[in-house]
């Protein structure tokens, strides 16, 4: 009689402990999404110093306390959606590919029956490929979508468009001239 039937015959849950040195698909997975929320939001929160400069010079721009105030709140709710935005994609992505990578290494830890460094660069190729692909799709969707875009436009249509940093430089002109 082995362990695992001696602990189901005494009322007790059959140990599942795998290989030493394997991680747990869970735990690895955890990490990498803690791990990605903080990137992610480092990474957004860094990201916002230039759009915080363009906050500060609209506000030297007017000497009425309420439309700073508003400024400000507008501009700090702003950051927060995006670094909050940040965090999330970036928690889901490493998370994903932690999750798809610890899945398949131990998956082939099953298969195979040894726990050796081929799985996990068996894992890792594997992984590496799957999201390759995935973000190849993911631009050949983009250049599909923004070549669709450039066709669906007449060229009467496009002489009148300005870019958006036209259009700020224009209602900040306004702004001042008033």
Not at 11 to 30: E, F, H, I, K, Y
Not at 33 to 57: H, I, P, Q, W
Not at 96 to 117: K, P, S
Request: charged share 20%; with cysteine.
């Amino acid at each position: 009689m082995t362990q695992e039937e001696a602990e189901a015959d005494a009322g007790g849950t059959p140990s599942r402990a795998g290989p030493v040195g394997t991680v747990s698909w869970g735990t690895g997975t955890l990490v990498g999404v803690f791990t990605g929320l903080l990137y992610g939001g480092a990474k957004e929160a860094n990201a916002n110093v230039s759009k915080d400069a363009e906050v500060m010079l609209k506000m030297g721009s007017t000497t009425d306390k309420r439309e700073q105030y508003r400024l400000m709140r507008d501009a700090m709710e702003k950051r927060f959606i995006r670094v909050a935005k940040g965090s999330l994609v970036g928690g889901a992505r490493l998370g994903m590919f932690t999750a798809t990578f610890f899945g398949i290494q131990n998956l082939l830890i099953e298969n195979r029956g040894v726990h050796d460094v081929f799985n996990i660069v068996g894992a890792g190729s594997a992984t590496a490929a799957a999201f390759g692909l995935i973000c190849w799709v993911q631009l050949k969707l983009a250049e599909k979508a923004n070549l669709e875009i450039e066709n669906s436009k007449s060229p009467s249509d496009l002489q009148g468009n300005q870019s958006r940093v036209g259009a700020a430089i224009d209602r900040l002109e306004n702004s001042l001239r008033k």
